[in-house]
């Protein structure tokens, strides 16, 4: 895609996103837009960062790390985990990352934590919820997420900052509220029953078809590709 095109689409989102928020009575500026990249070109990258987007998405190690190195020199860039990790993989996570989506298990979380501290660098993770989504394979549900969160509340290194999801696709993203309706439930629970062990309770909720319902649920993240880059093909 043209860098005009990706322009002129992150500029369409960005209103899509205002016009959500507005709808609710929630401040825009509450919501951030997270350019999932996966299969799309540094060049791509680089369009959207002069369109002044600097927050992306990339859902595997191997494939984030050459373009992480290809515009490491862009100012204030900033690279989001948002596809599972595996724990033998934490520490290339953690050299390359500012936020990681998708701890699920205190085993990760430890892993994690040790790699983090090894560096010197406090990573903001989020805990991926399955919220019982049958096709999903990845995710802690509820009760996990409470242990998880008991196990890396004290660990060095890392730092939670609130929940995500991903819900199953439906062609009407109004039969997705129900799944955004129920991460922003658990973690108005969790915070009541601890205050302050979600850090700033951040939702990464919402993807290109459905982040404006997500944002009408609370989302404070949403992680958006094919709306900003068009349709992905997977060679
Ligand atoms: C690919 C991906 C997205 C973006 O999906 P689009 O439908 O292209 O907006 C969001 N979240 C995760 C975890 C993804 O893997």
């Known amino acids: 895609m043209e860098a005009g095109d990706i322009e002129h689409n992150l500029r369409i989102v ?16 509450e919501v ?3 350019a999932v990249t996966k299969t799309f070109p540094a ?15 990339e859902n595997r190690i191997q494939e984030a790390e050459s373009k992480i190195h290809a515009l ?5 860039i900033e690279w989001h985990l948002v596809g599972h990790l595996q724990s033998n993989k934490a520490k290339r996570a953690a050299e ?4 990681i989506h998708s ?3 205190t085993k990760l979380a430890v892993r994690l934590s040790e790699a983090c501290s090894a560096i010197g660098k406090v990573m903001h993770v989020l805990l991926q919820v399955d919220l019982g989504q049958e096709e999903t394979k990845y995710g802690a549900d509820p009760d996990e997420v409470r242990n998880i969160i008991d196990a890396a509340s004290g660990l060095a290194g890392i730092r939670i900052e609130g929940l995500m999801t991903i819900p199953p696709y439906f062609e009407d993203p109004e039969e997705t509220r129900p799944y955004f309706s129920a991460l922003r439930q658990l973690r108005d629970a969790l915070e ?11 939702l990464s909720m919402g993807m290109s078809h459905d982040f404006a319902v997500a944002i009408r649920e609370g989302a404070t993240m949403v992680r958006v590709g094919t709306a900003i880059f068009g349709e992905r093909t997977y060679a």
């Open 103 to 105: 701890l699920d298990s």
């Open 192 to 202: 009541s029953e601890h205050a302050g062990c979600l850090g700033q309770g951040h």
């Open 72 to 76: 490491s020199g862009i100012p204030g």
């Open 32 to 34: 951030q837009l997270i």
């Open 14 to 29: 960005a209103g899509q996103i205002s016009a959500a928020a507005e709808s609710c009575g929630r401040d825009p500026g």
């Open 43 to 57: 060049q791509s990258i680089l369009a959207a960062t002069a369109a002044g987007q600097l927050r992306f998405g």
């Open 96 to 99: 390359l990352f500012q936020v």
